[in-house]
T-cell receptor
Framework: GQQLNQSPQSMFIQEGEDVSMNCTSSSIFNTWLWYKQEPGEGPVLLIALYKAGELTSNGRLTAQFGITRKDSFLNISASIPSDVGIYFCAGSSGNTGKLIFGQGTTLQVKP | DTEVTQTPKHLVMGMTNKKSLKCEQHMGHRAMYWYKQKAKKPPELMFVYSYEKLSINESVPSRFSPECPNSSLLNLHLHALQPEDSALYLC???????????????FGPGTRLLVL
């Protein structure tokens, strides 16, 4: 079946540093979604990407839909303590409603 | 407004109990989903409803029974659960089951379930 490889698995960074994480797939996706989840809460949508090559920003967050449609990255600039959480990528390749999730990147920010 | 609400926030139940989880959205979405999530793992899809009809059942045990009474509500009925069913249960909705923005899923805050 389809799999998403998300890396890195975890990051421990200093406040103010930039962060980059990415997801790669063995197959093509039509939609890439990036979510952030904090303890005890549901995933919150950060950025949605629908076209190959698309580059989208949301405040300090920037994400891109890879040109091959098999990868996506998320960058966070000038990290702050409230960026702490687990970041999940998710991809969709059809009209079934099935999202394929990456394993998540746990981000910790040291003030 | 991209809000999906879930009740209760926490639930403790014994293995012989019957309980229900509720999910509601007022975004006019016609696709709704149930997920199960274990700690530090990604959500696992359980059920998909499209236009109030069950579209996908990911081989979920029959002790979990979904119900979609109308386009805004989704229930998950629980009966004779096992301790390993303890998890965060997430509801999500999307505009429809179609490519592009329509399939973007918005999650609720979840119900933390503990089975004793």
């Amino acid at each position: 079946g389809q799999q998403l490889n998300q890396s890195p698995q975890s990051m421990f960074i200093q406040e103010g540093e930039d962060v980059s994480m990415n997801c790669t797939s063995s197959s093509i996706f039509n939609t890439w979604l990036w979510y952030k989840q904090e303890p005890g809460e549901g995933p919150v949508l950060l950025i949605a990407l629908y076209k190959a090559g698309e580059l989208t920003s949301n405040g300090r967050l920037t994400a891109q839909f890879g040109i091959t449609r098999k990868d996506s990255f998320l960058n966070i600039s000038a990290s702050i303590p409230s960026d702490v959480g687990i970041y999940f990528c998710a991809g969709s390749s059809g009209n079934t409603g099935k999202l394929i999730f990456g394993q998540g990147t746990t981000l910790q920010v040291k003030p | 407004d991209t809000e999906v609400t879930q009740t209760p926030k926490h639930l403790v139940m014994g293995m012989t109990n019957k309980k229900s989880l509720k999910c509601e959205q007022h975004m006019g979405h016609r696709a709704m989903y149930w997920y199960k999530q274990k700690a530090k793992k990604p959500p696992e899809l359980m059920f998909v409803y499209s236009y109030e009809k069950l579209s996908i059942n990911e081989s979920v045990p029959s002790r979990f029974s979904p119900e979609c009474p109308n386009s805004s509500l989704l229930n998950l009925h629980l009966h004779a659960l096992q301790p390993e069913d303890s998890a965060l249960y997430l509801c999500a909705s999307s505009s429809r089951l179609a490519g592009g923005p329509g399939e973007t899923q918005y999650f609720g805050p979840g119900t933390r379930l503990l089975v004793l």
